[in-house]
T-cell receptor, first 115, second 112 residues
Framework: AQTVTQSQPEMSVQEAETVTLSCTYD???????LFWYKQPPSRQMILVIR??????QNATENRFSVNFQKAAKSFSLKISDSQLGDTAMYFC????????????FGTGTSLTVIP | DTGVSQNPRHKITKRGQNVTFRCDPI?????LYWYRQTLGQGPEFLTY????????KSRLLSDRFSAERPKGSFSTLEIQRTEQGDSAMYLC??????????FGPGTRLTVT
């Protein structure tokens, strides 16, 4: 079974500063994808960034980047130049290939950006 | 807006009643997923459709739960004889590519 662990239930960051959210996962699979999803208050989840396990290069998407350490099974999200609109719940998710590609989510980290 | 839509957004029901939720995916998406999210938790997978075929079901999907996608477009999730433990947010997601899912706003169910 796959498990995803987010050990930081809540975090805060000053506007314009950088923050890193942690995620670890456990799997015996070799081919999989990792994701960070953002869920703003009372709004639907949207994809922030995606990482393919077979790629060594860390994914980046504007102010968002990841630090993917496959051997350590670690997948952290760095948000640079934090903005008030980044305030949300952030979920780390794992997806193994085949069999419907269901996602396994962590419990989330609630991030508050302080003006 | 051509995103995933879900109806109703909120549902309050008494224990023992049946409820049905609807999900309309993005029109060209052939894959559709149902998840359940309880307070303080991440979404948990319930079931998956590819077109009209239900290909995978979680053990979380007890026999009181049934999902359909009759024409490969919209989907319904029915819960029979609701229990207080069924109170949760029910999320629907759809995808065209297997590596990305688009989520709807969810249906929040409260069982009293």
């Amino acid at each position: 079974a796959q498990t995803v662990t987010q050990s930081q239930p809540e975090m805060s960051v000053q506007e314009a500063e950088t923050v890193t959210l942690s995620c670890t996962y456990d799997t015996s699979e070799n081919n999989y994808y990792l994701f960070w999803y953002k869920q703003p208050p009372s709004r639907q989840m949207i994809l922030v960034i995606r990482q393919e396990a077979y790629k060594q290069q860390n994914a980046t998407e504007n102010r968002f980047s990841v630090n993917f350490q496959k051997a350590a099974k670690s997948f952290s999200l760095k948000i640079s130049d934090s903005q008030l609109g980044d305030t949300a719940m952030y979920f780390c998710a794992f997806m193994k290939l085949n069999t419907g590609n269901q996602f396994y989510f962590g419990t989330g980290t609630s991030l508050t950006v302080i003006p | 807006d051509t995103g995933v839509s879900q109806n109703p957004r909120h549902k309050i029901t008494k224990r023992g009643q049946n409820v049905t939720f609807r999900c309309d995916p993005i029109s060209e998406h052939n894959r559709l997923y149902w998840y359940r999210q309880t307070l303080g938790q991440g979404p948990e997978f319930l079931t998956y459709f590819q077109n009209e075929a239900q290909l995978e079901k979680s053990r979380l999907l007890s026999d009181r739960f049934s999902a359909e996608r009759p024409k490969g477009s919209f989907s319904t999730l029915e819960i029979q004889r609701t229990e207080q433990g069924d109170s949760a947010m029910y999320l629907c997601a759809s995808s065209l590519n297997w590596y990305e899912q688009y989520f709807g706003p969810g249906t929040r169910l409260t069982v009293t």
